[in-house]
Structure formats: structure tokens, C-alpha cells
């Protein structure tokens, strides 16, 4: 049975810092992508960043990109997320994800909720101004 458990989330005020970590296990990640997605009340579900397990590149949105970073342990299956310089509006609930990947997919896809096959069940994240 696969599983995704996420821990890390908290209360910080914004300009601080806070890291993510997602546990993933169950089943060979080794061709899958890790990436983590948010979604804050009321708002869509967003995707954040992504890192294939196989070569390691990375993904970002353009909302987070140079405040935050996502790396990954392969031989433990566990991915990261590194968050600076938080802001109000990065506050909301980060769900871990994974799903199979190739290296022939083309970049968007990894943007995309419907790539992933598997879910954890998410850890809050609140900043306050």
C-alpha cells in the first residue's frame, strides 16, 4: 500500500522559515516524481514544486521560485521542501504527491495534479504577518 506522510508544517511569522518533508514508501519511487501542491481557503489547489527521483531535476512556480527549494533522498524516498522568506500568502494546507514520470514527459505536465497517482493527506502551514 503506498503511503505519503508529510510532517513539518507550523505557525511562523512571515520572513521566517519552515521545511517540509514527505515520506514516501510502499512501492519503487524510482521512476516517479515527488512534488508537493497547496491549496489555501478558498483558493484552487497550486501546484509548488516537483523533483524527479531518476535525474533530480526540479520544477517551481513562478510564486515561490528563489524562496523555496525541493530536494530528495532516493534511497530513503523522501523529498523536501525548503520554505524562505515565507509570506501570508503562502499560507495553506501542502499536500506531498508522486506519480510516474518519464524522461520524455514534457516539463508542463509536471505542473499538472492529474500526473499524480498518490496523495498524502496534507500538513498546514500558516503565516502570519
Known amino acids: 500500500q503506498v503511503q505519503l506522510v508529510e510532517s513539518g508544517g507550523g505557525l511562523v511569522q512571515a520572513g521566517g522559515s519552515l521545511r517540509l518533508s514527505c515520506a514516501a514508501s510502499?512501492?519503487?519511487?524510482?521512476?516517479?516524481?515527488l512534488a508537493w501542491f497547496r491549496r489555501a481557503p478558498e483558493k484552487e489547489r497550486e501546484f509548488v514544486a516537483a523533483?524527479?527521483?531518476?535525474?533530480?531535476?526540479?520544477y517551481y512556480a513562478d510564486s515561490v521560485k528563489g524562496r523555496f527549494t525541493i530536494s530528495g533522498d532516493k534511497g530513503e524516498n523522501t523529498v523536501y521542501l525548503q520554505m524562505n522568506s515565507l509570506k501570508p500568502e503562502d499560507t495553506a494546507v501542502y499536500y506531498c504527491?508522486?506519480?510516474?514520470?518519464?524522461?520524455?514527459?514534457?516539463?508542463?505536465?509536471?505542473?499538472?495534479?492529474?500526473?499524480?497517482?498518490?496523495w498524502g493527506q496534507g500538513t498546514q502551514v500558516t503565516v502570519s504577518s
Open positions: 510502499g512501492r519503487d519511487f524510482s521512476n516517479y516524481a
Open positions: 523533483i524527479s527521483l531518476s535525474d533530480e531535476k526540479t
Open positions: 504527491a508522486s506519480g510516474p514520470f518519464s524522461h520524455a514527459t514534457p516539463t508542463q505536465e509536471y505542473y499538472q495534479y492529474y500526473r499524480y497517482s498518490y
